[in-house]
């Protein structure tokens, strides 16, 4: 008897790095901790290699934010003047 099994390569590459994910965040071990420092180490680089556009972005944002909002504000306060 003979069985024949036909899997996608890209699924079995999802399947096994879901499950290797799950392994080593689902207990303590030293390999968790070494795949937290490399996490944590990766993430610090990439942010410090693209700092100018991060701060660019966050200011860019924010600036935005601050102006919906004081706008908004400001026509609140006019209509409020306008009804006294």
């Known amino acids: 008897m003979e069985i024949k099994v036909q899997i996608d390569e890209e699924?079995?590459?999802?399947?096994?790095?879901?499950?290797?994910?799950?392994?080593?965040?689902?207990?303590?071990?030293a390999d968790r901790n070494m795949f937290k420092k490399q996490i944590a180490e990766i993430t610090r680089e990439v942010v410090y290699a693209e700092k100018d556009y991060?701060?660019?972005?966050?200011?860019?944002?924010?600036?935005?934010?601050?102006?919906?909002?004081?706008?908004?504000k400001m026509v609140e306060d006019m209509y409020k003047g306008e009804s006294k």
Request: net charge positive; glycine share 0%; proline share 0%.
């Open 11 to 29: 699924e079995l590459k999802a399947f096994i790095t879901e499950r290797l994910s799950r392994q080593l965040t689902s207990n303590y071990s």
């Open 54 to 72: 991060i701060i660019q972005e966050v200011i860019s944002r924010a600036v935005k934010e601050v102006s919906k909002k004081s706008i908004t």
